[in-house]
């Protein structure tokens, strides 16, 4: 069992908290504003996504490759029904991408998860035309194989669900595209396999390409908030190389959160939100998105630690729109509710 480093000095502790804040935000006052959404979706700037697509479709209202885009965004934020019907026009327009045609998959892969029976098997029949038709374009295409093989993996036996099958996908994709191939992997055994396997698995795909962000966020989270024995000292690591490769997205902040939360860190802690809410008043990309505030809160609530902290991380959290793929308004009024 790994353990948490010693114990520095309080004054330690400030410097390096103040040293942190001060490289971050010097990093971030340099930021271009970003006017194209398909790199900030990329990064998890859905908000700012949306508002450049809204203009690119209103002036273009046709443009599939945008409409694609928008279905993605849409998604980000739970409204189905808006994503699904611009990856149709999307698909309507260009019949020749699988990127689009993987994106409708998707979309009626989620949404056959919230229907009833009736009408998931017309979903899960749609689903499958559209991941034929992008594999027919491009038969070893990433993302398609990735919603072929969440579908096998979570669907009934009765609906086509078969588990072999999305570990063989999984295997494929590791041919073909090793850094998500692992990251594949890595998702499935965190339902079936022990902790050494997961680890190993997500360290592959670190390997693959050690500038793969998802890749190293996803090794960070694990150690922080996945595994049974969480390892501070590497997700510490982690979350600073993250804030290395891009101070502007959340993940790096998300995990230096979740692990001094989980070490009882308090003064790295405040110094990691103190940075992002500062960011989030100088109109900062990173401010964007506030969910370092709410995991931390979480894990803080989980361990019934220090609950007046967590309530006033769970105030800062709801004072803005949550960003795309993070908490909603109402989970964190529920969590806030359970402090309460």
């Known amino acids: 069992m ?8 309080l004054c330690l502790y400030l410097n390096m908290a103040l040293n942190m804040a001060l490289t971050v935000s010097a990093f971030a006052a340099n930021l271009p504003f970003v006017s194209s959404a398909e790199p900030l979706i990329e ?29 993605k965004d849409k998604e980000s934020f739970g409204d189905l029904r808006g994503a699904t019907v611009a990856a149709e026009k999307a698909v309507a327009l260009d019949p020749r991408s699988a990127d689009f045609h993987a994106q409708l998959a998707e979309c009626y892969a989620y949404t056959a998860e919230k229907s009833s029976w009736l009408r998931g098997i017309s979903l899960v029949h749609q689903m499958k035309e559209q991941i034929s038709a992008a594999l ?11 919603v072929a093989m969440m579908f096998y993996f979570h669907a009934p036996r009765i609906a086509g669900g078969d588990r072999q099958r999305a570990h063989e996908i999984a295997r494929e994709i590791v041919s073909f595209d090793p850094r998500w191939g692992y990251l594949a992997e890595a998702r499935l055994a965190q339902e079936e396999a022990s902790d050494a396997q997961i680890e190993s698995i997500l360290k592959q795909a670190v390997r693959a390409d050690p500038t793969h962000y998802r890749a190293l966020y996803e ?17 510490e690591r982690a979350g600073r190389q993250l804030l290395k490769m891009d101070a502007s997205r959340a993940g790096g ?6 692990a001094y939360a989980t070490a009882h860190r308090w003064s790295e802690l405040d110094a990691v939100v103190n940075v992002v809410s500062g960011f989030a008043v100088s109109r900062k990309i990173a ?15 989980a361990e019934h630690q220090d609950l007046p902290r967590a309530q006033r991380y769970l105030a800062t959290y709801l004072t803005q729109e949550p960003e795309g793929r993070q908490a909603t308004w109402a989970e964190a009024r529920g969590l806030l509710k359970r402090v309460q």
């Open 43 to 71: 990064a998890g700037h859905y908000k700012r996504a949306r508002g450049v697509l809204d203009a690119q479709l209103h002036e273009n209202p046709n443009d599939a490759y945008a409409l694609y885009l928008d279905s």
């Open 253 to 258: 902040y998300v995990i230096l959160a979740s």
């Open 136 to 146: 027919s374009l491009q038969p070893h295409h990433t993302d398609t194989l990735l």
């Open 219 to 235: 090794l960070g989270r694990y150690y922080c908030c996945v595994a049974r024995t969480p390892n501070f000292q590497e997700a």
């Open 287 to 301: 401010g964007d998105d506030l969910a370092p505030y709410y995991e931390a809160a979480k894990v803080l609530v």
């Open 2 to 9: 790994l353990r948490l480093p010693r114990a520095l000095s």
